[in-house]
């Protein structure tokens, strides 16, 4: 029962590199969010995407792009890393909001850019 | 604007202690209000929902929309209580977090 899985689980980078972070649900759900989580601001959305094929921004979402593959995945790319973007990323899934609103949630993704 | 504040960072309390922790939301719509959180080294997940007015694990949170506050409350904290706690409002098809509140709760 993985529910939603997340990679890599840790990554460093340098400043300019580029990289993917995977996020795979088996729950069937429709929804699939990014969020990244720094302290004292607590976790700000990046992109969602709503059901396949959709994708939107969220509250911070320069310097990503994301990619809505399948129903399954949903994937978040850096294409040149910034130091500002060291954060611990987690994706998340729910079903649509005609239903609880529940969010289910990876274990997380933590990024150092040096 | 759609925003969720809360305003303290960490609240500390002995056991047996009531706790309160404070979520204030601004929405110009229904607002649909949930509490999540976040045990040490587990996944961040759903503490309670206002639309089921339930308690779990003894946590009750009511909303108040004259105040717009939806404040997370226990009569008598314990010691596995401590997590960091999240209060969520959603506006559509996603999920708009706080900054966030650390529960400490000593022995």
């Known amino acids: 029962n993985a529910g939603v899985t997340q990679t890599p689980k840790f990554q460093v980078l340098k400043t300019g590199q580029s990289m993917t972070l995977q996020c795979a649900q088996d729950?069937?759900?429709?929804?699939m969010y990014w969020y990244r989580q720094d302290p004292g601001m607590g976790l700000r959305l990046i992109y969602y995407?709503?059901?396949?094929?959709?994708?939107d921004k969220g509250e911070v979402p320069n310097g990503y792009n994301v990619s809505r593959l399948n129903k399954r995945e949903f994937s978040l790319r850096l294409e040149s890393a910034a130091p500002s973007q060291t954060s611990v990323y987690f994706c998340?899934?729910?079903?649509?909001?005609?239903?609880?609103?529940?969010?289910?949630f990876g274990e997380g993704s933590r990024l150092t850019v040096l | 604007a759609q925003r969720v504040t809360q305003p303290e960072k960490l609240l500390s309390v002995f056991k047996g202690a009531p706790v309160e922790l404070k979520c204030n939301y601004s929405?110009?719509?229904?607002?649909?209000l949930f509490w999540y959180v976040q045990y040490s080294r587990q996944r961040l997940q759903l503490l309670l929902r206002?639309?089921s007015r339930e308690s779990i694990k003894g946590f009750t949170a009511d909303l108040n929309k004259g105040e717009t506050s939806f404040h997370l409350k226990k009569p008598f904290a314990q010691e596995e209580d401590s997590a960091m706690y999240y209060c969520?409002?959603?506006?559509?098809?996603?999920?708009?977090f706080g900054t966030g509140t650390r529960l400490q709760v000593f022995p």
């Open positions: 998340a899934s729910s079903e649509t909001r005609a239903n609880t609103g529940e969010l289910f």
């Open positions: 729950m069937n759900h429709n929804s």
């Open positions: 995407s709503a059901s396949e094929g959709t994708t």
């Open positions: 929405y110009s719509g229904s607002p649909e």
């Open positions: 206002h639309i």
């Open positions: 969520a409002l959603r506006p559509g098809d996603k999920l708009i």
